[in-house]
Structures are given as C-alpha cells and as structure tokens.
C-alpha cells in the first residue's frame, strides 16, 4: 500500500506570495492532519479534516488554511508568505476517526521564504 | 490546553547501553501516547504507543511507561545500536469532543549511540 505522499517536496516562495501544498493519503484513510516542524518549535499542530470537514485547528493566523475533497485528498494553503513561515510542513493521515488512531506521516514538502 | 514537556533534549549512549527519554503532560484527560522516531531528513515513524488503560507496552527491544497519576510516560530502548541514532518525539492527544489527529508533541530528544 502507498503511504502518505506530499507534493511538492521543496518550494521557494517570496515574501507576500501565497503557495499550495498538497496531500494524498494512504488508500481507506479519511482522516488527515497538517503540521508543521521548525528547529525552534518542533511538530505543531496546523489543521485536521475528516469527511471533507475541519474538525480541529491549532493555533495559527488565519493565514493558514486548508480543505479536504471527497476522496480525502487535502490541501493547504499558506498566504501572505512571512520569512517565518520557512518550515517542514508535514501531512498524515489515519484510518479510524476515534481517538488513538496512530497517525502516518509524508515525507513533508519544506518551504522556504525569501 | 494540553502541553508536553521532553527531556533531555540530547543523549549520547555507547552502543549496547540502555536509553530513557521521558515526558510529562498536564491535561488529564489526555489518553493515548505514540512515539515516534524521526532520523535525518526522513517523516516521523511510528514506533510504539500506549493508551491510558495500559501501564506498559513492550516491542521487542523498545518498552514505553505510563504513569496516569503522575502525568508521565517513557520510552526506554535496551541495547541501544547505531541505526537506533534519531530524534525521538512523545506526544499527547488531548480529547476535543472525540476527534483525533491532535497531536501536541514534545520538543524531541536527539539520540545518539556510539559504536
């Protein structure tokens, strides 16, 4: 079974530009989750989405957004790129929507802001 | 809301020697726990977890503790080798109405073991 696959792996944007990130889950899996990891902060929670619907978000501006299709790929979408914003941005998916279900990360797709 | 605390942030252990990272939590009701180990420039990997009703859980040459009443867990790694050199992350998932997929994760500790 193919795991979780994150598009693209590497982006450079400019500061203000908004970028897309994309994610496919593993097949069966309709919960998926967006985090991002930074040297300083560590893996922080962004978003997660089940059935097409944001059941959770972390704390982050508004800036920070995403949607799930009906065959739970997700995307999430970054606007207004600040230079803090350069970071891993991690996507994994689950299969059971009850709490403690281990969670599968992607490879990531690292952005940097210039 | 939940926070997770990790420590240490690095441990350095001769090949064969035991490692032990713990972390503590502060929200209660909190009840499942994953590890997961992240080596260099690859995804975080699950490699255990416990839920609350469970006060040990072993794998082989990985075991993680749980102490509900103290609000603490561990991972312990006996006979350390040199693939086992990674960043290790607990995590916690604090309980929203039922919903999962959130995960607060500690700062990570960076092992490493020397041959």
């Known amino acids: 079974k193919a795991g979780v696959t994150q598009t693209p792996r590497y982006l450079i944007k400019t500061r203000g530009q908004q970028v897309t990130l994309s994610c496919s889950p593993i097949?069966?899996?309709?919960?998926v989750s967006w985090y991002q990891q930074t040297p300083g902060q560590g893996l922080q929670f962004l978003f997660e989405?089940?059935?097409?619907?944001?059941?959770n978000k972390g704390n982050f501006p508004g800036r920070f957004s995403g949607r799930q299709f009906s065959n739970s790929r997700s995307e999430m979408n970054v606007s207004t790129l600040e230079l803090g914003d350069s970071a891993l941005y991690l996507c994994?998916?689950?299969?059971?929507?009850?709490?403690?279900?281990?969670?599968?990360f992607g490879n990531g797709t690292r952005l940097t802001v210039t | 809301g939940e926070n997770v605390e990790q420590h240490p942030s690095t441990l350095s252990v001769q090949e064969g020697d035991s490692a032990v990272i713990k972390c503590t939590y502060s929200?209660?009701?909190?009840?499942?726990f994953p590890w997961y180990k992240q080596e260099l420039g690859k995804r975080p990997q699950l490699i255990i977890d416990?839920?609350?009703?469970?006060g040990e859980k072993k794998d082989q040459r990985i075991a993680v503790t749980l102490n509900k009443t103290a609000k603490h867990f561990s991972l312990h790694i006996t006979e350390t080798q040199p693939e086992d050199s990674a960043v290790y992350f607990c995590?916690?998932?604090?309980?929203?109405?039922?919903?999962?997929?959130?995960?607060?994760f500690g700062k990570g500790t960076k092992l490493s073991v020397k041959p």
């Open positions: 994994a998916s689950s299969l059971d929507p009850g709490v403690g279900s281990p969670l599968h």
């Open positions: 097949s069966g899996h309709r919960s």
């Open positions: 989405y089940f059935s097409e619907t944001q059941r």
């Open positions: 929200d209660s009701a909190s009840n499942y």
């Open positions: 416990i839920r609350s009703n469970v």
């Open positions: 995590a916690a998932e604090p309980i929203y109405g039922g919903s999962q997929g959130n995960l607060i």
